[in-house]
Structure formats: C-alpha cells, structure tokens
C-alpha cells in the first residue's frame, strides 16, 4: 500500500468538523481524516466506515472501501471530491446542499432508541441534550477528547 499523503494523526487532533463541507458534502472532510489515519496507524480513539460515516455513504451509495481505497491511493481532499462526485448515484449540487443543510440539523436525541445515550453523552459535556445537534456533540467530544 503506497504511503498515504496528509496523514491525520488523530492522537494528537481531533478529525475535521463533520459540519466542514468538501465538494459541498459534510462528513467527508473527517471521514477522510479517519481513514488517512486508519492507514498510516495512527487513527487512536477513533473510527472510520462509522454510523456517521455511513451517513454520507449512503447517501451516495458508495461504501467505506470504496473510499479507502482512494484514499489508500493518495489522492487530494479535491482528487476524492472529484471521485466521490463521480461515483455511486449522481447528485447534483443543489440535493447534495439540502441532505447536507438537513443532516447537519439533526440530533440523536430526536431517535428513541438513541435518546438516552445521547442525553449521558451530552451531560458529560455540559450540553443540553435537547437543543444539541449530533454535529455540535461531536465537536464538543473532540475538543474534550484532545484538551483543545
């Protein structure tokens, strides 16, 4: 496997903001940022093909491997842009921007079966769990995670 360029070492910083957009997609920025990690051994707490990950691939119906295969190939954020764009179900910019603006307002508290997690997760970081969107969880679990 060749070696990865832009390695994220997720030991030391937290991956991209899932809200960070490439390509006008969120999550991709920090799924990248996983899977260079994931390669290059250095991905530490945590992991790439995720629920939140999934979120995006399915959207575009690719798969993890897919992307860590690009990846894998050391492309640029804007070379697996141009993949992603070209890959799985063809989107265009404007459907890509609303399930970007749409999936970037949602919590897991609004899922029952995630509610109680979420509201324990959320307490630990001094949020409300009922006015915290998964995104802003996330970012608050990472400061938190590395000390930032």
């Known amino acids: 496997m060749n070696s990865v360029s832009n390695p994220s070492d997720l030991t030391v910083k937290p991956p991209r903001s899932p809200r960070a957009r490439l390509g006008g997609y969120i999550i991709l920025g920090r799924a990248i940022d996983k899977c260079r990690a994931l390669l290059n051994g250095n ?9 939140l990950d999934n ?3 399915s959207f575009k119906v690719v798969s993890g491997e897919d992307l860590k295969k ?25 459907e890509i921007r609303a399930w970007a603006d749409k999936t970037e307002a949602l919590s ?14 959320c307490k630990k970081l001094g949020l409300n769990p009922a006015t915290t969107t998964t995104f802003t969880w996330l970012e608050a679990d990472d400061r938190a995670s590395v000390g930032v």
């Open 43 to 51: 991905i530490g707490e945590y992991h790439f093909d995720c629920p």
């Open 55 to 57: 979120v995006l691939f």
């Open 70 to 94: 690009q990846v894998a190939k050391g492309l640029s954020d804007e070379q697996i842009v141009q993949w992603l764009n070209s890959s799985g179900t063809s989107k265009t910019p404007e």
């Open 108 to 121: 897991l508290y609004a899922i029952p079966e995630k509610r109680e997690y979420f509201a324990a997760e």
